[in-house]
């Protein structure tokens, strides 16, 4: 339905694979690599790169854009996601996505109206949706919100 990410597993979690035993899963090194990387977005300082108060809308898309979502989930490589993409990509965590973002999130996201969402209106419209007091900035406080959505039970995982 929609691609298939690829990367490489850290050098630490390859050589657990070898060292591990007959028992040891590669399902469990995928499991353990996705939760660092889970840990990392999670992780206000990954995001707020000048060190400044806040989390920008460029800062959110550098940090955000390594978990390669819009990337995966753009089944037809056009630059843009459909709701149907969207769909697919998020699978079973919809409910949890709208209920962060509300029932009418594509339509706000589609700030073009062109039916269908921009790499740039994606990146805008998820830092906009956290940035709970409209300054542009995604504070600590409001940050919590997103760590909650990268965590274990989040809307937001990568499969």
Known sequence: MFKTMTGALAASTFALTLIAGPGYALDEAAETAKAAGRAQMADYSAFDSDGT???SSAEFRA???RNQAF???DDDDDGNLTKAE???GLGNRQERFEQRFGENWFETWDEDGSGAVSETEYYEGLHGSYDANR???IDEPEYSSFGQDMGE???FEIE
Request: charged fraction near 15%; avoid cysteine; glycine fraction near 16%.
């Open 53 to 55: 108060p806040g989390i």
């Open 63 to 65: 940090a955000f854009q």
């Open 71 to 73: 990337a995966t989930w």
């Open 86 to 88: 969207f769909e697919a």
């Open 135 to 137: 300054d542009g900035m």
């Open 153 to 155: 039970d989040g809307w």
